[in-house]
């Protein structure tokens, strides 16, 4: 059974970058696709990109182009997630899913508040 | 940019009821969606996939239907552990609707 385990939640100063990582275990990282999916507080989920690792492929939402970054660790089978320029607007909870048909696997989540 | 339009926004109902939940899209994405249940404080957990196909360990009383770009979510005879917010997503693009609250009447 598949399991990812995300790193725990952090509070960020406004302009800074964050990284939050995602261990997959029960599964191979170079059969996977992953997105990335963030929910502000209160609000609705969002799909920020994702990451298909064997295929060295990216693919970000044009609202965040230039300010995400994906990269993936193959041996470690782990999969990053590096936010920069924050803002409190990027106050929010970020997911990371196993694609499949739909999105079978998820993370439990990631609070990432931005405040000074 | 495609987009998904759900609702109701929020729906009140008793427990035992049967409801239908809708999810247009902005453009046509022949079978390619998915519906997932999220309740506070935890991950989007995936009820269907295909439109209509329904995930491992997901109940009976939870049906997909539609193609195109109109799909609908019936759950027949609401359980308490069925309140939830409930989204649909085209997975392909990653896009999800605006989510539909399902509330205790």
């Known amino acids: 059974q598949v399991r990812l385990e995300q790193s725990g939640s952090a509070v960020q100063k406004p302009g800074s970058s964050v990284r939050v990582s995602c261990k997959m275990s029960g599964g191979s990282l170079i059969t996977s696709a992953f997105s990335w999916v963030r929910q502000a507080p209160g609000q609705g989920l969002e799909w920020i990109g994702r990451i298909i690792p064997s295929a060295n492929m990216r693919d970000y939402a044009q609202k965040y182009q230039g300010r995400l970054t994906f990269s993936a660790d193959k041996a470690a089978n782990i999969v990053y997630m590096e936010l920069r320029g924050l803002t409190s607007e990027d106050t929010a909870l970020y997911f990371c899913a196993r694609e499949g048909a739909g999105y079978p696997d998820w993370g439990r989540g990631t609070l990432i508040t931005v405040s000074s | ?105």
Do not use: H, M
């Open chain 2, 1 to 105: 940019e495609l987009v998904l339009t759900q609702s109701p926004a929020t729906l009140s109902v008793s427990p035992g009821q049967r409801i239908t939940l809708s999810c247009r899209t902005s453009q046509s994405i022949n079978t390619r969606l998915a519906w997932y249940q999220q309740k506070p404080g935890q991950a989007p957990r995936l009820l269907i996939y295909g439109a209509s196909i329904r995930a491992a360990g997901i109940p009976a009383r939870f049906t997909g239907s539609g193609s195109g770009t109109d799909f609908t979510l019936s759950i027949s005879s609401l359980q308490s552990d069925d309140f939830a917010v409930y989204y649909c997503q085209q997975y392909d693009r990653g896009t999800f609707g605006g989510g539909t609250k399902v509330e205790i009447k």
